[in-house]
């Protein structure tokens, strides 16, 4: 009989420690080790399953950089979550470079960073625009994080642009005085802060953070910029804009370059310069406004690939899309560079990840892009298609909206006419839509007789 009992006690020992291991695997944290033996294939970054909303990411060695979506319009409309903000890894160091906005009611970054397990980072400040600090405060004041330094620039980069016998003096000085207060704050939140201008090198693990260019020394000059046409909220932001650092991350010979929200008088400095700002992964500056990005500039850059980060006009509910902007310039830059270039944006594509292995290989991962739109181009009277199709991604969250599509493609010798888009239509699913042309028709113009193009009035 104690044999049997034995064997019984034996057998349930052995069931009790079998539920209880299945329990431990089922646990999320654990779970994922077998997602990724059993998933990780062709050495590509592993998504795990999602958590909360986000996609757990499995990095690779080498440096990542991490494009992280923040927002983006709905209805059209911009949201509160815009800004910028890249996250650098580089084995199991953190940089952040920007925090987002204070505006952003959702903490879309923060959870962002808190679904990676990621709680232990330095901060970069590229300049002082809330879209770019905003959230650095609720960062340091939040318990689940710790940041050893908070790269902020230098107050004094400003100094040697302001002359307080000019008008306009009381206007950005005061962007001087807040960012020595800003720094102090910072400090009493229990970080340090690391002024920091031209010249300052900051280590992400093997990869290097090289600051080439500020303000201070530039031929920027703040009385060209004002003027009697120029408002105050315009000045202040191309002032401020053009404080931005312009920065060279370097990892095992792959260069990215990142120039903040800098405009065209930054841009035209650093090109009579002739600083060496070649580089295989470009951030367009400014979200990709068109006051910035120069064709003379981006060519110089000349990059392999180039993004676009949350790049919509906040506040103005206007998206900005190298597709859609100034009758398509951005296309055609973006056509221009190499054809080896690849443009995305994190509005359309949702977070971007760009991969510089060990041995300087780059690789990308898109994640949220769920969707593909063709769009194939007809003649609206023989219904022949006269171009061939455009294919662009988009993830499941923004809505896609179509209302600039006649600046998608340029055809010549035809005019946009209609389309099978439907106005605000939100695109949930694969699907192609035909843009419709018509050709332009000759008129004669007979006090000169010379033959003219002129467009049809539809």
């Known amino acids: ?82 800004g910028d903000a890249i996250l650098l890894e580089q084995n199991g160091n953190y940089l952040l470079m920007d925090t987002g906005t204070s505006k952003d009611t959702n903490d879309v970054l923060i959870n962002f960073l808190k679904s990676q397990e990621i709680n232990h980072f330095d901060i970069y400040i590229s300049h002082y625009h809330h879209d770019h600090y905003g959230k650095t405060k609720s960062i340091l004041k939040d318990s689940y994080f710790t940041v050893d330094n908070v790269y902020f620039p230098d107050p004094s980069i400003y100094i040697p642009k302001l002359d307080d016998s000019k008008e306009w003096y009381s206007i950005i000085n005061p962007f001087y005085e807040w960012g020595v207060k800003y720094a102090n704050d910072l400090t009493t939140l229990g970080t ?43 000045f202040k932001n191309r002032t401020i804009n053009d404080t931005s650092l312009v920065s060279m991350i370097t990892y095992k010979g792959v260069r990215y370059l990142t120039a903040g929200d800098i405009m065209i008088d930054a841009e035209q400095d650093i090109l009579e310069k002739n600083l060496d700002i070649k580089a295989d992964i470009f951030k367009f500056s400014h979200h990709g406004a068109r006051e910035s990005n120069t064709d003379d500039f981006v060519n110089k850059v000349n990059p392999k690939y180039a993004f676009l980060p949350n790049n919509y006009e906040a506040g103005h509910g206007t998206v900005i899309w190298y597709g859609d902007r100034d009758n398509g310039a951005y296309l055609d830059l973006a056509n221009s560079l190499t054809s080896k270039t690849n443009v995305l944006s994190t509005l359309y594509n949702g977070n971007i990840l760009y991969n510089i292995s060990t041995n300087g290989e780059i690789t990308t991962d898109i994640t949220r892009n769920y969707n593909k739109l063709t769009i194939k181009y007809k003649d609206i009277d023989s219904q022949n298609e006269i171009e061939d199709e455009n294919i662009y991604y988009f993830n499941d969250r923004a809505e896609y909206h179509l209302d600039r599509l006649n600046y998608i493609k340029d055809i010549k010798d035809y005019i946009f006419v209609n389309s099978t888009y439907i106005p605000n239509q939100v695109l949930t699913e694969d699907g192609t839509i035909y843009c419709y042309y018509k050709k332009r028709k000759l008129s004669v113009n007979y006090s000169t007789e010379d033959a003219t193009n002129q467009d049809v009035t539809v």
């Open 1 to 82: 009989m104690k044999k049997y009992y034995k064997i019984i006690k034996y057998f349930f020992a052995i069931c009790i420690a079998l539920v209880l291991g299945f329990l431990f695997l089922c646990n999320n944290k654990y779970q994922n080790i077998f997602f990724k033996i059993y998933n990780n294939t062709n050495n590509a970054p592993l998504l795990e399953e999602s958590i909360d909303g986000y996609n757990k990411y499995n990095l690779n060695n080498g440096l990542n950089i991490i494009a992280i979506d923040l927002g983006g319009p709905i209805n059209n409309r911009a949201t509160d979550s815009y």
């Open 192 to 234: 340090n802060v690391v002024l920091i201008g031209e010249g300052t090198t900051i280590n992400i693990g093997d990869a290097t953070l090289n600051v080439i260019w500020d303000i201070s020394n530039s031929n920027v000059d703040f009385n060209e910029i004002y003027n009697e046409t120029t408002s105050e909220s315009s």
